[in-house]
């Protein structure tokens, strides 16, 4: 079954404690990307990433590491976790760039930073 | 920056009956996208419909680009149809770009 797989679903940790957050797709998409969902928010995105070895900053990336070695993983990083990273986390994908085909989005990580 | 507005905001239903959520943005686009998003926070393609019409089982959308609008419709609602469901249009940007979501249309369907 083509899809997006996120691990772990739901996660608590300390604040300061190093995390990752893994996200692997099946479909052999070049485009990956990571958002993040708050209240009142809505939906804003941490990194992105258009193939192996490329990624981009996206509009709150600060806090956050990603890294694309493999065509199929783009992992998030939380280096030293703060309560405002507390949120609910998706990572998605599309075959081509630009918006062009559609995005498969994985089933999300609710996070809580204590 | 596209604008991406939908309306209603919220809407409830009785089941069995049909519904009708619109997106309005802003700026010319070449890819439109309806998401569910399900009591439990998952965030589900509907449709990619950067024009025309599609359909799938009860539920289906329509894209006009040339008048920036898309519709969903819901018909015979069921209450598993209940969460919100977004529209999201693509925005480039530097060699890249991101996904331009409206506010949403919460959805609950009684039994």
């Known amino acids: 079954e083509a899809q997006v797989t996120q691990n772990p679903r739901y996660l608590i940790t300390v604040t300061g404690k190093k995390l990752t957050v893994t996200c692997s797709q099946n479909?052999?998409?070049?485009?990956m990307s990571w958002y993040r969902q708050d209240p009142g928010l809505g939906l804003r995105q941490i990194y992105y990433?258009?193939?192996?070895?490329?990624?981009d900053k996206g509009d709150v990336p600060e806090g956050y590491k990603v890294s694309r070695k493999e065509k199929r993983n783009f992992p998030l990083i939380l280096e030293s976790p703060s309560p405002n990273q507390t949120s609910l986390y998706f990572c998605?994908?599309?075959?081509f760039g630009q918006g062009r085909g559609g995005y498969t989005f994985g089933s999300g990580t609710r996070l809580t930073v204590v | 920056g596209i604008q991406v507005e939908q309306s209603p905001p919220d809407l409830i239903l009785q089941e069995g009956a049909n519904s009708t959520l619109r997106c309005n943005f802003s700026?010319?686009?070449?890819?439109l996208q309806w998401f569910h998003q399900n009591p439990w926070g998952q965030l589900i393609n509907l449709f990619y419909?950067?024009?025309g019409t599609k359909q799938n089982g009860r539920l289906s959308a329509t894209t006009v680009a040339t008048e920036r609008y898309s519709l969903l419709y819901i018909s015979s609602s069921q209450t598993t149809d209940s969460g919100v469901y977004f529209c999201?249009?693509?925005?480039?940007?530097?060699?890249?770009?991101?996904?331009?979501f409206g506010q949403g249309t919460e959805l609950s369907v009684k039994p």
């Open positions: 700026d010319s686009v070449n890819n």
């Open positions: 990433s258009m193939n192996v070895e490329v990624t």
């Open positions: 419909i950067p024009s």
């Open positions: 479909m052999n998409h070049e485009y």
């Open positions: 999201a249009v693509f925005m480039i940007y530097n060699q890249g770009g991101k996904l331009i």
């Open positions: 998605a994908s599309s075959l």
